[in-house]
C-alpha cells in the first residue's frame, strides 16, 4: 500500500538536495572545524558559510547565530542560560500555555530552581493578550517566550506587537519558531527578537541540528562545558554535515511552496469541514501555518480516527494524548477551550511541499467514511 | 509479551470488530467510562439459561479500547455469568497478543463494562424475585 505522510509537523522528508550537499562531509571532507589545519579549515569554512546562510534569513549578523543539536536544546538554552545568569537578582520568566512541552517542561524544572514563571493564557484561536503579558512584566522579568506558529493548531503569533511590548517595558523576547521557520515572515530587527530557536528537520533538513539566534551583548550560561566552541555557549564538536544540510534546507525553501500548501490546507479544512459536526481549531489564513489542519469530530476518538486512516495509507497524529506518552488532553487543545471529550477527538494533519493533489483528493475521499463508521461505533450523540 | 506496539491481532479487532452493535431488547446495560479522560464505554447483554446468549459494545474509544472491548464480548458471548465474572482484563491483553503499556489503562474499560452488566443483570433479578 502506498504510504501518504501528513504529519509533517513531527518531522519532514530530507530533500534530496539536502543529501547530495551534506554527504561529502560524512567523506573526504570529515575534518573538525576547530582544527588549524587544510581538513580543519575545509569543515570550518563550510560551517561559516552555513551561518551566513541562515542569519541572512531572518536578518540577524552571522555571528549572532550559534548552533545547537535542535529544537529542545535551544529553548532548553534560552531558559536556562538566561535564568541562570540573572539568578537570583532577577526570577521571572513569562511564557504561554500552549508552547511546545520542551519550554514547558524546562519551566517546571526552573519553578523547583527558584524561578517564578508566568504561563499566559490565549484566546479561542490561541493568541496571546498582548495586555495580559503587559500586566504580567515586572522588574523581577528576564524573558517573554512565546512560540511563534503553533505544532498542534497552526496559529501563528503576532510576533511584532509582543516584541513592541517587550522592547518598551525593557525584557528580553524569545521565540520558538521551530514549526514558522520558512514559511512565514520572520525577522529579528521589525520583530524585536532577542533569542530565537529554529531547526533543520522541520524544513526537510536532517535532524540533531537546529540553531539559537542570540543577539549581540545578551548573555547566557552554558548547559555544556568544553572546548568552547561556538562563542563559549556551546561546547562540543559541531555538526558539520547537519549544518551544511540544514543551510541547503534554507536556501532551497521557496515562496511559492508556501503559497502551494496554504492552498492545499485551505481545500483540506474546506472539505472536512463539509463534513457534519466538525470543527477546526486554530486560527485561519495567513494567521495560520501553510501546512497545519486540526480538526475535532464530535463524538468519536481521535486516535481510532487516525487508526483507520492508517489503514489507507495516511500517517497522521493526534491531538489525543491517548496517542503519546502522556494520557492527558492536549494541553493546547484544552487552553483554547475544548472539553477533553473534544480534545481527544481531534486529529492533527500537516503537509509539506511533496504533497499532491492527489493525496489530499484521496484523503477527503476516504475520510467522511471513516467518520461515519466511528460514529455509529460511538454511544455518544 | 509485546509491550510496545499493536499487535496484528489487536489491530484486526479494531478494524473489523465483530461486537459493534445494539442488542436488541437487552437484558442489562454496563456503562463506564471517564468523561474527563475521554474515554466511554457501553456494553449490553442479553441471558438466557445463565449464559450469556448476545452482546455487543459501543464506545467513544481509541483503537485499544475498541479492539479490548471487541475481544471481551468474544470471550464472554455463550460463557455463564459465573464464568464471564472470572475474566481479567489480564486474559483480554494476552488474547489481543499485547499491547503498548501506556494503553492498558484504556483496555480496561471493556472488562470494567462486562462487570457492570452482570451486576446490573443480577440486581435486576434480584428484585423480580
Known sequence: MKQIYFDNAASTKTDEKVVEAMMPYFGEKFGNASSVHVKGQEAKHAMENARKVIAKSIGARTHEIIFTSGGTESNNLTLKGLFWQNFPEKNHIITTKIEHDCILNTCKWLEKQGAKITYLDVDSEGFVDLEQLRNSITDKTIVVSVIHGNNEIGTIQDLEMIGKVCREKNVLFHTDACQSYTKTFLDVKTQNLDLVTLNSHKIHGPKGVGTLYIRDGINLTPLFHGGGHERKIRSGTENVSGIVGFAKAVEIADKRDVEKMAGMRDRLIEGILKIENTKLNGAQGDKRLCNNINVSFNNIEGEAVGGYLEQKGFCTSTGSACASHSLETSHVLKSIGLTPVQGNSSIRVSISKFTTNEEVDYFLEVLPSIVNKLRRISPLR | ?129
Open chain 2, 1 to 129: 509479551m509485546n509491550t510496545q506496539t499493536y499487535s496484528k491481532k489487536l489491530l484486526k479487532h479494531f478494524r473489523n470488530p465483530k461486537f459493534v452493535k445494539k442488542v436488541r431488547n437487552p437484558d442489562a446495560i454496563g456503562e463506564v467510562g471517564n468523561l474527563k479522560c475521554g474515554d466511554v464505554m457501553r456494553m449490553q447483554i442479553k441471558v438466557a439459561d445463565g449464559k450469556i446468549k448476545d452482546i455487543g459494545f459501543q464506545t467513544f474509544g481509541c483503537p485499544a479500547a475498541v479492539a479490548s472491548s471487541d475481544m471481551v464480548c468474544e470471550l464472554a458471548k455463550g460463557k455463564t455469568l459465573e464464568e464471564a465474572k472470572k475474566f481479567t482484563n489480564d486474559d483480554v491483553v494476552k488474547e489481543l497478543g499485547g499491547m503498548p503499556l501506556v494503553k492498558i489503562h484504556c483496555s480496561v474499560l471493556g472488562i470494567q463494562a462486562l462487570r457492570k452488566a452482570i451486576e446490573d443483570y443480577e440486581r435486576k433479578n434480584r428484585s423480580k424475585s
